[in-house]
């Protein structure tokens, strides 16, 4: 439960500015993938290929901050310890910036999900275990490809 | 200091030890592992391993004469952890071994009756144990019984008793497939730097103040614990993790994680070979863990 309500807090944090909308692309820097990166996420690029502008900037806010929460050090409690927390993050993330706050509703972009589950189950993998340097440093570089993808590029 | 009770319960069966080698077609571990290399100059901690697999795990502390099961259990642990993390087998890590299960199999099932006799047991029975029997866990629910604590009387009866019957068909899912007699240091190191921990009973005391890391040999205890890794430098050893919780002082191995720093020493290999000589302390391979957990999804209902 502390778990949780920390990391709720931390998403709060991260996306408390994001009722400012409507908001343009050009706020949101993107770092551009590595081409093995953009070939990946193809699949969102496509899926979001009718979204709109607002939609794209809150798409590539919440990924791209995802990553630089996940990619920070730790404090001394440590918060993303198995991949259990990094998926509760990841789905606390996506529920407060896309779905409450963003009002977009879940199958509302065909292929969306599957898209993202295949980037991410392929790269960190479906097993719950202990999250390494590596993982997380792997996970924010996915954000960041998903976060290119929908933001009107790949 | 922390308060501890410097509680042993090693006791030699000869016979029960020879009974058991003879019925394994590879006894010892260069029969067993002779492809296994040993490399003078690589340092080995499957601690490591158990940490990544329980990053809060701690050394406990027994509460009667039942090391045999601590020693075993832990080397079970590691074994599980190595199967892992160092192996990459399609397993998860299913926590703790419960001490009292490895200590009653090896009093009372192994030796195929109630066992009234003092508390006590010997590696040629937890060998046994372990591979026949299997091995329960903390934290698995057994159809609404689920073991969270140590608990002395829990031994004390399964030291007596054995393992409840309505509990063995749970341990047998998860048994070490294969046990292997270590005689010396370098057979230890060997099966270390591979990946197998090796649970040592001997007849060998410490003091109980580190000097650098190391133990001294002094007095004695009929006792079990367990070999965890490998060093070379300063001087060849072995880390010998007990029992008896963060129980040494003195000047500690800062190098090793926290949680091993106070419940473990170097043991230098000369004193390593006069307790294996004792030809009672086995390495461990192969160990039936856990299905591998996996996530539901990485998104739940949001897209």
Known sequence: ?154 | MADFLPLTGYVPDRAGTDAFLSSLPRPTLSQAGPDLVLDEKKDVFLGSYLLACDPAWKRGAQKIGSCVGWGWSLSVDILAACDVHLRHEAESYGGRVLEASVYGFSRVEVRGGRNTGGDGSYGGAAAKAVTKFGTLHYGQNYNGTTFTDNSGTREKEWGRDGVPDVLEPFAAKHKVSSVALVKDFESAARAIQNGYPVAVCSMRGFSMTLRDGYLSPTGQWSHCMMFAAIRWKPRPALLCVNSWADCYSGTYDLKLPPQFQRCAGWVEANVCTTMLAGEDSFALSGYAGFPPRTLTDWTGVTL
């Not at chain 1, 502390?2 to 991260?14: M, Y």
């Not at chain 1, 990553?67 to 730790?74: G, M």
């Not at chain 1, 009002?103 to 980037?119: D, N, S």
């Open chain 1, 1 to 154: 439960m502390h778990g949780a309500a920390v990391l709720l807090l931390v998403a709060a944090a991260v996306f408390a500015r994001v009722p400012t909308l409507p908001i343009s692309t050009s706020q949101i820097t993107v770092e551009t993938p590595s081409v093995e990166w953009q070939g990946k996420v193809a699949g969102v690029a496509l899926a979001l290929a009718n979204a709109n502008a607002v939609e794209r900037a809150i798409w590539a806010s919440v990924w791209t901050k995802a990553a630089d929460v996940v990619i920070a050090p730790e404090g001394t409690e440590t918060i993303f310890s198995d991949t259990r927390s990094l998926r509760g993050f990841t789905v606390l993330s996506l529920d407060i910036a896309w779905r409450r706050l963003g009002g977009k509703t879940p199958g509302e972009y065909p292929g969306l999900r599957e898209a993202v589950e295949k980037i991410l189950g392929d790269s960190i993998g479906m097993e719950i275990q202990v999250v390494t340097p590596e993982m997380r440093r792997v996970y924010a570089d996915a954000c960041r490809a998903i976060a290119w993808a929908g933001i009107g590029r790949g």
